[in-house]
């Protein structure tokens, strides 16, 4: 993985990885439930994780040590100095492979991919299915905790994979920039009042990271597929640049994620999404579809 640096693996090649010393397997489930009406309820995944997970893996808690809860927004990206410390202290560092899976659909994987790449570490790939896919084939899975062999993160943070408020109402007007809306197109039209204020932003396009999954393995939709999902909303144009966003920040990097597997690693990810957005009335949303 370290020459070519794939952005997802598959079961087959991480089995044939386990027991080497570089490599790092970490579980980054979080339980996320959203009611109809009401308030996100956010469990961390640590006790799947104790009842099954793959032999070798570490779990992070990405809700409670990779988040900065100074913040407003429950899953703001932690600041380098607390993000180097929660990588590290999961075995993290200069010298180490790292494939991540979670228990779900592959987001909170890709959310942690997304983290550990704005802190300028590369070797990280995304297991391809995740837990259900890695029990499908048949491989096995270990109970308990591991405990991880902690390393020396340093970070290196690139400020243009993150994006602002202030930097999406500037860019409104841009036609360089790409606005992509990671959620349902019903949750974007406005149709569910999942937020302070129904709609999207405007002028954003809607790719929703659920439809670039199987919804029965878990795994990301083949590759040219993808390609043309991405293509026919304008996000491979070599003259836009792709800005996504989603909730709360999380289907939002599985949008990135998915676009870095078909060759676009330039995506800045809106880490206070709508749980931002919405919230601040002096900032524009509109319902109904977005434009074409």
Known sequence: ???????????????????????????????????????????????TYLEAHIPDAVYADLFTDFSDHRAPMPFTAASSERFAAAA????????????????????????????????GFDD??????????????????????????????VPRRRPEMLCSAESIAAALDDPRILIIDARD?????????????????????????????????????????????????????????????SGGGIAATGVAHALAVVGRTDVAVYCGSLDEWAGADSLPSVEGPEPR
Not at 126 to 151: F, I, N
Not at 213 to 231: I, W
């Open 1 to 47: 993985m370290s020459n070519t640096r794939p952005h997802t693996v598959t079961a087959d090649w991480l089995y044939e990885q386990l027991g080497d010393e570089d490599l790092v397997i970490v579980d980054t489930t979080v339980h996320l439930t959203m009611p109809p009406e009401g308030s996100v309820h956010i469990d961390p995944g640590l006790d």
């Open 88 to 119: 590290g202290a999961v075995g993290i560092g200069q010298g180490r492979r790292v494939v991540l899976y979670d228990q779900g659909n592959g987001m909170w994987a890709a959310r942690l991919w997304w983290q550990l790449r704005l802190d």
């Open 124 to 153: 990280v790939a995304v297991l391809d299915g995740g837990l259900s896919v890695w029990r499908a084939d048949g491989y096995p899975v270990a109970e308990g905790q591991v405990v991880p062999h902690a390393a020396m993160f």
């Open 185 to 245: 197109p019903a949750t974007g039209r406005g149709d569910n009042p999942s937020y302070p204020r129904r709609g999207h932003i405007p002028g954003s396009v809607t790719i929703a990271y659920g439809d670039l999954v199987d919804l029965e393995t878990g795994r990301l939709r083949p590759t040219d597929e993808l390609r043309a999902v991405f293509e026919e909303a304008g996000a491979l144009d070599p003259e836009v640049s792709p800005v996504t966003y």
